[in-house]
């Protein structure tokens, strides 16, 4: 089973950008599916997560009111809509999956998360 995050890259502040995480390898139990960030010397911080099959969602109140997650289940995606990007939201940012056949709750955790795709940079430009 493998996680490849892409659509990173370089954003004004005020910006937007869309990361997506597909899923290939054999089926496996997604349960949540995060996103978590790496600031440059900074330890690994839960950005969004979503339960995979029952769609709830949360996100990280220092992103609340501008990224969204969302999941397109026919594609095994899900992507992290970026807004009103921010200096400090440059990191590199990683989705994770939780392997967890039933999920009730949005770990923010990454100790919780059993499977990572390689990490995509993003970097906002003041």
């Known amino acids: 089973v493998q996680l490849q995050a892409s659509g990173g890259g370089l954003v004004q502040a005020g910006g937007s950008l869309t990361l997506s995480c597909a899923a290939s390898g054999r089926s496996f139990s997604r349960g949540v599916m995060g996103w978590f960030r790496q600031p440059p010397g900074k330890e690994r911080e839960f950005v969004a997560g979503i339960i995979w099959d029952g769609g709830r969602s949360a996100v990280a109140d220092s992103a609340k009111g501008r990224f969204t997650i969302s999941r397109d289940k026919s594609q095994s995606m899900v992507h992290l809509h970026m807004g009103g990007v921010e200096p400090e939201d440059t990191a590199t940012y990683f989705c994770?999956?939780?392997?967890?056949?039933?999920?009730?709750?949005?770990?923010?955790?990454?100790?919780?998360?059993?499977?990572w795709g390689q990490g995509t940079q993003v970097t906002v430009s003041s």
């Open positions: 994770a999956a939780s392997g967890t056949p039933v999920s009730r709750f949005i770990s923010l955790a990454s100790v919780k998360y059993a499977i």
